[in-house]
């Protein structure tokens, strides 16, 4: 079963509660976090997401883009994210494995992001550990850029690995997917989509959410 994570990037931030709300029949939320270094945008922070986790139920799916994010998976634990993505090019394999190890002793699901440029391959020290591999379909850092087909190759790579060494573990991508191209990711082995402007920029989020999940 596909599951559809909204990212509330695409929300009205004085009106968060409000389109939270209008996305509730979706699986997961998605939180973008930026820190204006690992990507050239500013978006949310600690107390934010400490402020949603009080306003809903859902299940909240945060994806760091940071550097260094280590230093950061207390905080985002403690502030009630039920997972965390770190990116693998934010910082060394040593401090990314100590990274997971933190959202391990925090109870958090574990997931590891790549951007475009990263190979498939660069999951596999991780893989055997990980509840997620985030595979990027645009540069990270804002919301409503167009999908990168050549993205496909890496998910169906990452989806045989996952077959392989972990079926359990789900593939979530993010960026430019609307229903042409979340039929395409999911032939592909995607099963959580992210989409930002195609659900908060729709008439109606939750028939948005629905055409999403039955885009194959
Ligand atoms: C981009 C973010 C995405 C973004 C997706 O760096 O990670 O989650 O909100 O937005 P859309 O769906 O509009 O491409
Ligand atoms: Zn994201």
Redesign the pocket.
Known sequence: MVKIAP?I??ADFCNLERDIRRVSAADWL?V?V?DGLF?P?LTIGVPVVASIRRHTQMFLDV?L?IDKPERYIDAFAQAGADLLSVHLEADHPTRIAAALRAMEANGVKKAVALRPITSAKAVLPYLEQLDMVLV?T????????A?MEQQLDTIREVRSLIDRYNPACELEV?????PGTAEKVIEAGANVL??????Y?AEDPARAIELLRTAR
């Open positions: 990212s990037l695409s998605h973008d930026m990507v945008n994806h883009m990027m645009v540069e990270p850092g804002f919301g409503g850029q999908f993010d960026g430019g997917i609307a992210v989409a930002g402007s195609a659900v920029g």
